[in-house]
């Protein structure tokens, strides 16, 4: 179950999947803003998980993301506990929205939305961003506190990204953001920071620290993730 949860956390347009805070390169721009269009590969390590991530951009901000992670170690039924998500995102502007789809073995959620950029100095930027979606699940989900459970439910993640970027095109981000599932009644609090460093134009390296706040349908949980991107 919370590993369901974490799977919304990434499905919304956080920013979160380091993948997407790189951008093409331009003098004029930072390679951490998630407005941006590129193209790259890249790899992420967390302590028990494995992701790779791919991203293709073309013409005026048009993006495709997809990234395909996997355990370490295989489920309670021996098979592969994988994850994956496929995302269409659009730039116009400043103005980004997307369509998401993402998952793992037992869970599917689907959810669109979108997020503008304000540029309050010339090295911090803000990202408000709102998104909707539905969750459905193989397995039932718990309620704390009640015997009710669930396998579906609407959804609605808001949540604000704040970058800073650095002269040198290196960048650090945070990205509170809640989401409110419906059939729990409940929001599940959470928060992303991280950065990355420019080795050379074209090759990056990164982290960022994933934390979910405990609510009705998620345990205290806080993951941390290495990564690299190489930029075509």
């Given amino acids: 179950m919370k590993k369901t949860i974490l799977a919304i956390s990434l499905a919304a347009i956080s920013s979160g999947v380091m993948a997407e805070q790189t951008v093409e390169a331009k003098a004029d721009v930072n390679y951490g ?26 013409g005026a901000g048009n993006m495709i993301f997809a990234d395909l992670g996997a355990a370490d170690k295989k489920d309670e039924q021996g098979k592969i506990d994988f994850d994956y998500r496929v995302r269409y995102f659009k730039v116009n502007d400043g103005l980004g929205y997307s ?16 997020m503008y950029k304000f540029d309050i100095t010339k090295n911090i930027s803000l990202f408000p961003m709102l998104y909707g979606g539905y969750m459905k699940s193989k397995l039932d989900m718990p309620i704390k506190d009640s015997n009710e459970t669930f396998k579906d439910s609407s959804l609605v993640q808001g949540g604000l990204y704040a970058m800073y970027a650095f002269d040198d095109g290196h960048w650090l981000y945070a990205n509170p953001k ?43 949980d806080t993951v941390g993730w290495l990564q690299a991107s190489v930029y075509f």
């Fill in 33 to 58: 803003d998630p407005t941006a269009t590129f193209s790259s590969l890249g790899i992420s390590r967390s302590n028990e998980r494995t992701q790779l991530n791919g991203t293709y951009g073309w």
């Fill in 99 to 114: 369509v998401d789809v993402v998952g793992d073995r037992n869970t599917t959620t689907a959810l669109v939305g979108g």
């Fill in 178 to 220: 809640a989401t409110y599932v419906s059939r729990a009644k409940d929001f599940v609090p959470q928060i992303e920071v991280g950065g990355g460093y420019m080795i050379n134009s074209n090759v990056s390296v990164g982290f960022k620290v994933d934390h979910t706040a405990e609510s009705k349908i998620s345990k205290k």
